[in-house]
């Protein structure tokens, strides 16, 4: 049988118990009507934010980039074999997805939860966690989570990381709501790009309501159509208004801009127009490099902080973010590099199959 509030709503009931579907808007839409108030009055959703090309870009590059990076545990300087928690957080879920979506929460709220629902029997220790959505997620007046999914939840039981920030959709809602507006204008000026048309009757006997508005309706409807439509001696098209297209042209690029400040990205990262001179980069490794330093570089530092506590991870131990998916350069750069470390002992001929192959060359046999 059919879930009833997912045929009142119009979705399936996967969508509504998903622990992936943002329900944020509907949430928004829902308060908006029920007391009465503009939606631009509330507080602004991961899914408005995400429906910003600028926004919804930079989102992927930041939490995509972080995401594919692997954790490497550590034991003083040296790598040591890490906990299960490192490779693969959640059951039945890919490493790279909890990390991506980690991630996202960081950039839009602020924080992420996760509760423990596996421990290593000698320790204690979590093996497996569990990501709790923050349109799920129920918290107390000091940001601790209390319920996840409407149910109450252990508080030994919860892992929660703190970002580097509250979090875009508190800080840079303003910005996001000018972007959504933008956005809207321009939706509407592709839906219709004729300018404010008045259909003025100069003649004649005066149209009754009833018959303005079938005049009005067939001529939208025939210039929805063809740029082609008539109208009579008795009637004269005036135009009202035309917003400068331009001007719509050159806010859409301005929010852009705005945006990847507020990402804390360069511009190039979501095609926002900028100056060459401001284009320091020039090659891939080098751009990388300036995501890395500049933007990616808190986010990572908070994970593998909280990661390395030690609830997680035993007493001298800690995680780093392996960062050479990001960095390799192109093969020919690559064997350069590499001949000059051989030469200067820096590395082995092992060192480097391991860090092009993933596996020394005495093992792979």
């Not at 009754?208 to 009637?235: D, F």
Request: net charge negative.
């Amino acid at each position: 049988m059919a879930n009833p509030i997912a045929r009142l709503l119009g979705i399936s009931a996967r969508e509504i118990s998903s622990p992936w579907t943002d329900r944020s808007s509907l949430e928004t839409a829902t308060w908006a009507h029920l007391l009465d108030l503009d939606a631009d009055a509330l507080p602004v959703t991961r899914a408005q934010a995400m429906s910003v090309a600028a926004l919804a870009k930079g989102r992927n590059l930041i939490a995509g980039s972080i995401g594919r990076l692997p954790l490497v545990a550590m034991t003083g300087d040296a790598p040591t074999p890490g906990p299960t928690i490192l490779d693969q957080p959640e059951q039945g879920r890919p490493r790279v997805i909890t990390m991506t979506w980690m991630v996202d929460a960081l950039m839009w709220y602020g924080v992420a939860h996760y509760l423990i629902v596996d421990r290593y029997a000698e320790d204690g220790r979590p093996r497996r966690i569990q990501w709790v959505p923050q349109w799920h997620a129920t918290t107390d007046e000091t940001g601790t989570l209390i319920a996840a999914w409407g149910r109450p939840v252990n508080r030994a039981d919860v892992i929660r990381v703190d970002g580097p920030h509250e979090g875009i959709l508190t800080y840079a809602s303003e910005r996001i709501r000018a972007a959504l507006r933008l956005d809207r204008a321009a939706l509407i000026a592709s839906t219709n790009p004729v300018p404010a048309v008045e259909l003025h009757q100069t003649g004649g006997t005066p149209l009754t309501p009833e018959q303005a508005r079938a005049l009005v309706a067939e001529y939208v409807n025939q210039r929805a159509k063809t740029n082609v439509s008539y109208s009579s001696a008795s009637i004269e098209t005036k135009t009202l208004a035309a917003s400068p297209e331009n001007l719509l042209i050159d806010g859409r690029k301005a929010a852009a801009l705005d945006l990847a400040r507020v990402l804390g990205l360069p511009a190039w990262a979501v095609d926002a127009p900028a100056e060459a001179a401001s284009m320091t980069y020039t090659n891939v490794p080098a751009r990388a490099r300036e995501l890395i330093d500049y933007t990616l570089a808190p986010y990572m530092a908070a994970i593998c902080e909280r990661l390395s506590l030690d609830d997680i991870l035993p007493r001298g131990q800690w995680c780093r973010f392996d960062t050479d998916p990001l960095l390799a350069a192109d093969f020919g750069d690559r064997m350069t590099s590499y001949k000059t470390a051989i030469e200067s002992g820096v590395y082995t001929v092992d060192d480097l199959i391991a860090r092009e192959h993933g596996t020394p060359r005495e093992t792979s046999k």
